[in-house]
């Protein structure tokens, strides 16, 4: 179903951390400052990836709470 604040939501859920280039970005980081631990850091990317996706949801639904019904950036 197409509410009036579903572009509002999308752009809220989609536009966030939660995607494989940041977690590459950083199990890089992460291993490049303690390079022995770098399978210990690599075991936890996904996870992070999980909770990222997460999160970018819970805003989303942060940000229907809030939303009066016209978006100024959305059109």
């Known amino acids: 179903m ?9 752009a809220y859920a989609l536009c966030g951390f939660a ?26 990317g996904f996870g992070a990836l ?4 997460l999160a970018c949801l819970m805003t989303a639904c942060i940000a229907g709470v809030f939303f009066m019904g016209k978006s100024a950036l959305l059109g």
Not at 50 to 53: H, P, S
């Open 2 to 10: 197409r509410t009036p604040g579903s572009p509002v939501f999308a």
């Open 50 to 53: 999980v909770a990222a996706t």
């Open 19 to 44: 995607h494989v280039a940041s977690m590459a970005i950083f199990v890089g980081g992460a291993a490049a400052l303690a390079p022995s631990r770098k399978w210990d850091i690599a075991s936890v």
